[in-house]
């Protein structure tokens, strides 16, 4: 049972450019949310999925924008990269709220680097 | 907003008992969480407490008390690999959204 996969490890990118980062959910999972980790900080909510549409959203700027597809993997574009986009970003799965609470698998994250 | 408040490092040795506090506020609270994570790895699910009491799994154990905003991990007999962040979560109006904590880093000495 393959958990939740993230792509890539690890990008470098520069000021001003777009970077599209990928995850696939644990599987039987529909929801996926994703999270910013800047060092030594705890993981900032930036949005989730849900049948393809976002429901939730954080305090993030519209250059953060995502997608979910059919298949329930996601993902995560941001625009006009800024130095402070530099972070770990994660992609946690979830199984749609049944019974009051939705433990979230995370995947293994990708380091962006932002030069 | 919806602070979460945890140490920012604690220190213990190995064997000891650790306890990690945080504090939240209360209103609109749903359920909290802790994570543990290891550096450069992903947040890995410990634990989730929703009514009052102390939840126990193995040699970690959760508090909560509702009416205080108030949790605690406590972590027993202690091994140098739970040297880690650990990250108390909240989630709050029944929202799938979890906000988080800054994370305790937690040193274990021989």
């Known amino acids: 049972d393959a958990g939740v996969t993230q792509s890539p490890t690890h990008l470098i990118k520069t000021r001003g450019q777009q970077v599209t980062l990928r995850c696939s959910p644990k599987?039987?999972?529909?929801?996926v949310s994703w999270y910013q980790q800047a060092l030594g900080q705890g993981p900032q909510f930036i949005f989730q999925y849900y049948e393809e549409e976002e429901r939730q959203r954080g305090n993030f700027p519209d250059r953060f924008s995502g997608h979910q597809f059919p298949n329930y993997s996601s993902e995560l574009n941001v625009n006009a990269l800024l130095l402070g986009d530099s972070a770990l970003y994660l992609c946690?799965?979830?199984?749609?709220?049944?019974?009051?609470?939705?433990?979230?698998?995370f995947g293994p994250g990708t380091r962006l680097t932002v030069l | 907003g919806q602070n979460i408040d945890q140490p920012t490092e604690m220190t213990a040795t190995e064997g000891a008992i650790v306890q990690i506090n945080c504090t939240y506020q209360t209103s609109g609270f749903n359920g909290l969480f802790w994570y543990q994570q290891h550096a450069g790895e992903a947040p890995t699910f410990l634990s989730y407490n929703v009514l009052d009491g102390l939840e126990e799994k193995g040699r970690f154990s959760s508090f909560l008390s509702r009416s205080k905003g108030y949790s605690y991990l406590l972590l027993k007999e202690l091994q140098m690999k739970d040297s880690a962040s650990y990250l108390c979560?909240?989630?709050?109006?029944?929202?799938?959204?979890?906000?988080f904590g800054k994370g305790t880093r937690l040193h274990i000495l021989p």
């Open positions: 979560a909240v989630s709050f109006n029944r929202d799938d959204k979890i906000i």
């Open positions: 599987s039987g999972h529909d929801t």
């Open positions: 946690a799965s979830s199984l749609d709220r049944l019974a009051g609470y939705n433990e979230q698998f």
